[in-house]
Structures are given as structure tokens and as C-alpha cells.
T-cell receptor, first 115, second 115 residues
Framework: SQTIHQWPATLVQPVGSPLSLECTVE??????LYWYRQAAGRGLQLLFY??????ISSEVPQNLSASRPQDRQFILSSKKLLLSDSGFYLC??????????????FGPGTRLTVT | AQTVTQSQPEMSVQEAETVTLSCTYD???????LFWYKQPPSRQMILVIR??????QNATENRFSVNFQKAAKSFSLKISDSQLGDTAMYFC????????????FGQGTILTVHP
């Protein structure tokens, strides 16, 4: 069965410090990978998605970047955090279904607080 | 661009009763998919139900069913025989048929089930 891991689960970082959040998927090959951010009490906003190694698409201009060094590894980074980067970050994976859709499965998330 | 609107920030229901959560959407895609996700206090995102836009029959999953009105661009979720474990935030989401599985989410509805 497929499993998705995210770490760390919780992170408190000062403004201006770097960031690295990691996501790995087990039990599937060549998945599409996604990073979402959820502000407090709000919906999810797609930040980045990747359809293959080294292929990253950005959905929202921002202070963050993403990389996919391996097939099942997705990393979210920042060189200098801003207060507005605080939030709950979710990684997700999907593979195409026979019906034509992609069914997404989410990781447990990372709660980031920038102080 | 796709948009999803959930007009009910909060709802409450008594245990064993039925509740309906509303969702409207807008898309220029001719082929798309609609989803309801549940996010309990643990913040783990869980897929509740999926509807293919080309199917006229409303999807059902046990106590969960949808009322899909394509012309009105409406996609409501009905929860029958509500249980305490249904207490969560519920998100409506849309995926365009050519979007590599990218989801656009609504702002969510907090559902509280009272004993």
C-alpha cells in the first residue's frame, strides 16, 4: 500500500531563517506530487506541483521554492522566511485513474510558525 | 481559472440527523471532477466522495451522497445519520480534466455534530 511521509510535523522558525520541508512517498512510482498551504481556518492553496524528477511548476509567486531530486521525494524550501509564510503545509501525491481523474492522497502536514 | 465557493462557514447537526453542505463552482473546462474532502481535528485530509462531471448519476458512499446539478454548477454533500466522528471541516474541490490533478478548494465548512 502507498504511504506518504512529511517532516517535521511542527516547526518554529525566526523571520529571515531558511526552511526545508520534506515529503516522501512509498509504494508507488512516478506519482504527481503537490505542495499546498493552508492558512488558519482557510482552504488549501496549491503552491507547487511536479509531474516528474526535476519538473516543478509554480502556481503562486512567493518566497518559496520546490525541488524534486528523486521520483518520490518532494522538498519545499525558502532562503529567508517571512511572517506570512506561517501556515499548515500539506504534501500530496496522485496517479491517474482509469476514469481520467487523479485521486489525491495527502500527508499528515507540517505546522510552520514564523516568529 | 477555476473557483469554488462554500457559502456556509459553519453548520451544526444533531447526532443521527441529516445535514447538507453547499458548494458552487465555476470552470471553463468541459471535462472536470468534483470532490469532497474531510479534515478532522487531526488535520489529515480524507477523501469523502468523488463525482465525474460527465456522469449524470449522483455519487454515493455509504452515508454520504451528493446532489450534482451541472447546469447550476452546484455540488452539495448530504450526510445521513450523522455521527460524532463526522465533526470536521469539509472542503469542496474541483479538478479540471487537463490539470495534472491540481485541485482548487473552497474555503471550507466547519461541521459540528452534537450528541
Amino acid at each position: 500500500s502507498q504511504t506518504i511521509h512529511q517532516w517535521p510535523a511542527t516547526l518554529v522558525q525566526p523571520v529571515g531563517s531558511p526552511l526545508s520541508l520534506e515529503c516522501t512517498v512509498e509504494g508507488t512510482s512516478n506519482p504527481n506530487l503537490y505542495w499546498y498551504r493552508q492558512a488558519a481556518g482557510r482552504g488549501l492553496q496549491l503552491l507547487f506541483y511536479s509531474v516528474g524528477i526535476g519538473q516543478i511548476s509554480s502556481e503562486v509567486p512567493q518566497n518559496l521554492s520546490a525541488s524534486r531530486p528523486q521520483d518520490r521525494q518532494f522538498i519545499l524550501s525558502s532562503k529567508k522566511l517571512l511572517l506570512s509564510d506561517s501556515g499548515f503545509y500539506l504534501c500530496a501525491w496522485s496517479v491517474p485513474m482509469a476514469s481520467g481523474t487523479y485521486e489525491q492522497y495527502f500527508g499528515p502536514g507540517t505546522r510552520l510558525t514564523v516568529t | 481559472a477555476q473557483t469554488v465557493t462554500q457559502s456556509q462557514p459553519e453548520m451544526s447537526v444533531q447526532e443521527a440527523e441529516t445535514v447538507t453542505l453547499s458548494c458552487t463552482y465555476d470552470t471553463s473546462e468541459s471535462n472536470y471532477y468534483l470532490f469532497w474532502y474531510k479534515q478532522p481535528p487531526s488535520r489529515q485530509m480524507i477523501l469523502v466522495i468523488r463525482q465525474e462531471a460527465y456522469k449524470q448519476q449522483n455519487a454515493t458512499e455509504n452515508r454520504f451522497s451528493v446532489n450534482f446539478q451541472k447546469a447550476a454548477k452546484s455540488f452539495s454533500l448530504k450526510i445521513s445519520d450523522s455521527q460524532l466522528g463526522d465533526t470536521a471541516m469539509y472542503f469542496c474541490a474541483i479538478e479540471g480534466g487537463t490539470s495534472y490533478g491540481k485541485l482548487t478548494f473552497g474555503q471550507g465548512t466547519i461541521l459540528t455534530v452534537h450528541p
